[in-house]
């Protein structure tokens, strides 16, 4: 399935208003043949016709995210580079020294996911996928062959984030398919059951919110007994929340909070991998601004601030801690201190270490906010937004 598009948004949330494209026009002050260049794809409107568009569907920022997110991917000029890559390993061959350090580099480079720029281990990843395809001599035997494709498969489920981070939507899908397949092919649940967690993250973070449940449903039947339970069930709870689906936004999130608690601690946390329990105040702070909760978001973001601050004052997981600024933007932007809500934004936008896709989707929340109570800091901020790589 193709990634979600401004095109394709613009006419999903159109119909789900129940308007008509002249009632569109009528309600954005644009005309009928404008709305209908820009549903097929003609012609690109400008940020401002964008915002306005998205004012007039009440989008709250998720017609302004996806905009910002179809520039980025735009810019990708090779989106199957990874793929390309991932075949020329599965049809390679190997020995078993070399297997064992795959699968010791892949959790390593895993490891460094939270604060490696995402462009510099994208392509360290893609290094030791292109050396492994020329090195690997052919398995001798079953197992050997099911450990190969194991690690081939998290080196291309780390591709795949880092490549939705980067804002390649087109690559990160194809990256994420070709994990799936290589979890099917060698019967690794575990690596099936993430490769769900990404697709129910890529559609979250396109408004497909329907999908996600679909998604987070066939990734808990095959992840029963892993971390990525978890996650599978945040991710459903942040769809249900934009869905207006508050009682089961509760049970979900209680869901994964008792996940959480029956793993153990894992030894490296910091594998992208694997999901430690201070995660949970995370997740709900997402899910409550989602739903508009904004007092329960705002405790769970200054505890993830609290948590996610080291000794001294930097920031351990820097995507976590940006989200949570933003998160306390939207809150204090509501709540009428816009200057504050604009020096949260901008601090959030300028770490090194970014999500763009979720980064722009709760950023493209707080810019929608902006827009209708500070005219001139929303446009500073857009134009943070637009300078995004």
Known sequence: ????????????????????????????????????????????????????????????????????????????MSPLETVELLERLKASDTSTQTLEQLEATAFELCCRYKDTPAPVLRAETQRVIAEAAGLLRRPVGLKEHRELLASTG????????????????????????????????????????????????????????????????????????????????????????????????????????????????????ENHFVVDPAKHDFYAMDTYRLAGAHDLASDHAREVLRQGTGPNGEDLSPMRMAEARLTLGVVAAHGGETDEAHSLGMQALDGARKSLPSLVMVAAELESVLEERAPTLAADFTARISALR
């Open 1 to 76: 399935m193709l990634m979600a598009s401004f095109p394709e948004t613009l006419r999903r949330l159109r119909n789900g208003r129940g308007l008509s494209q002249m009632g569109l026009a009528q309600r954005s002050g644009w005309s009928r043949q404008y709305i209908g260049f820009w549903e097929t794809g003609k012609y690109t409107p400008n940020p401002q016709q964008v915002q306005d568009l998205d004012k007039a569907l009440q989008a709250k920022g998720e017609l302004v995210g996806v905009a910002h997110l179809d520039n980025i991917d735009a810019r990708d």
């Open 154 to 269: 998290w080196l291309a489920l780390l591709v795949g984030c880092l490549e939705y981070d980067m804002g390649l939507r087109r690559g990160a899908e194809a990256t994420r398919r070709a994990a799936h397949d290589l979890a099917r092919e060698s019967g690794h649940r575990e690596i099936e059951a993430w490769s769900y967690e990404m697709s129910a993250w890529f559609k979250l973070t396109q408004g497909r919110y329907h999908e996600v449940l679909k998604e987070t449903k066939g990734g808990l039947h095959a992840g029963q007994g892993y971390y990525v339970s978890a996650q599978l069930l945040s991710q459903e709870a942040k769809a249900l929340a934009r869905l207006g689906d508050a009682r089961q936004v509760r049970q979900a999130l209680e869901a994964s909070r008792r996940v959480l608690e029956s793993m153990p601690l894992p030894e490296r946390p």
